[in-house]
């Protein structure tokens, strides 16, 4: 459309006069708001921008693997996929409060970043992808300001220890106007229209002590529930979907065997700014069809709940 164009130009203008020659780092988290904006920054600037993509472990099933195809293979930037997979996950062994995984995870992001960043050699202009909701209300998640990051783009208190300028072309726009960009820069719509999906990622949907062999169940069981909702057209009708592990295994039966497993939750969600929530009525054939397709592929759950929470008073993630 016409405005988004305008804003296209202007904004590819504006980021040319602020950069000038010189460098720009971009973290890049695979959500929306970040990639609009590498995309629009790259084209303004192309191989001054490079992207670094933080991989800490905690991404869903093929997500790292889109991500890398998306920016490094289809736009040919200059990236850098960090796998800090053992770093996250290593640190994060045995802990099981929410708040502590959590400032582990936001102190351990800037110091990645902060590793890869610095060696990008005359780097001094930060981007993020800060939306104007976020400039004139900070939005504060969970429980407000024990959340080190709001996501991977939104690295508090780095800019300035780094001595690097901000760069946020995206300051003026709402979310839906972001996606307008976003469609305008050729982002496929499959990226544009994906459902928000949290800086500290699966962490925040193992409750309980994280391991290995729980985030692979737990991408397994997602992914078959985002494959049924989709299958059902009901994506795009949903403001956020996810499943969330329980720490805890249950008794089951199947075939002739007695069964131990975990049980998972399945959550979805429909709001305007995640700040309220109202969970989503799915009808209860799709929720049984939806039981059932987890429990038959994904060994190690044997039991699915439905979350009907709302928020409040719950919030949206489990933790
Ligand atoms: P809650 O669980 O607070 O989530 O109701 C509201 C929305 O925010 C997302 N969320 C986060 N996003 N960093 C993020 O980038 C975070 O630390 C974080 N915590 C929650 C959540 O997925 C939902 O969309």
Known sequence: ????????????????????????????SGGVDSSVAAVLIHEAIGDQLTCVFVDHGLLRKGESDEVVAMFRDNYNMQFIHAEEQELFLGELDGQDDPETKRKI??????DVFQKYAGEIEGAEFLAQGTL??????????????????????NVGGLPEKM???????????????????G????????????HPFPGPGLAIRCPGEITRAKLDI???ADAVYIDQIRKHGLYDEIWQAFVAILPVRTVGVMGDGRTYDFACALRAVNSVDGMTADYYPFSHEFLGETA??????????NRVTYDITSKPPGTIEWE
């Open 132 to 153: 104007y909701p976020d400039v004139i209300e900070s939005v504060s998640f969970s429980g407000g300001p024990s959340v080190t990051i709001k996501s991977h783009h």
């Open 163 to 181: 001595g690097l300028k901000l760069v946020e072309p995206l300051r003026e726009l709402f979310k839906d106007e972001v996606r307008a960009l």
């Open 292 to 301: 059932t397709r987890i429990i038959n592929e994904v060994p190690g759950i």
């Open 183 to 194: 469609r305008e820069l050729g982002l496929p719509s499959s990226f544009i229209g994906r």
């Open 218 to 220: 737990l991408r397994e």
């Open 1 to 28: 459309d016409w405005t988004m164009d305008a804003y296209r130009e202007q904004a590819i203008e504006a980021i040319r006069a602020q950069v000038g020659d010189k460098k720009v780092i971009c973290g890049l």
């Open 105 to 110: 995870i936001g102190r351990l992001f800037i």
